[in-house]
């Protein structure tokens, strides 16, 4: 049974950190990109970063552009994304999810998601 378990989310104030992770278990996904999207209350589920199979290639939503970096371990089947210089526009339930086919910024394009973690930031 294919499972995706993100952890990390929590509050903090506008300008702090957090790295969220993501730990997949079932089956490997070292040949599949990775990518996390959020969902803020009310707003549909955006995009907000994705990751190559082997890492090496990366793509960012614009709003997270220069403070979010994602990473990934396939000896651990893990998936990180690292946020920095967080703002309350940034307050969402946060989820990762296993690339199918097609876009990569198109949520129907993953094919297993995790439950998600809540990341609260504070003005």
């Known amino acids: 049974q294919v499972q995706l378990v993100e952890s990390g989310g929590g509050l903090v104030q506008a300008g702090g950190s957090l790295r969220l992770s993501c730990a997949a278990s079932?089956?490997?996904?070292?040949?599949?990109?990775m990518g996390w999207f959020r969902q803020a209350l009310g707003k549909e589920r955006e995009f907000v970063s994705r990751v190559s199979w082997s890492g090496a290639i990366t793509s960012y939503a614009d709003s997270v552009k220069g403070r979010f970096t994602i990473s990934r371990d396939n000896a651990k089947n893990t998936v990180l994304l690292q946020m920095n210089s967080l703002k309350p526009e940034d307050t969402a339930v946060y989820y990762c999810?296993?690339?199918?086919?097609?876009?990569?910024?198109?949520?129907?394009?993953?094919?297993?998601w995790g439950q998600g973690t809540q990341v609260t930031v504070s003005s």
């Open positions: 079932g089956r490997t996904f070292s040949r599949d990109a």
């Open positions: 999810a296993v690339h199918d086919s097609g876009s990569y910024y198109n949520f129907s394009s993953y094919k297993y």
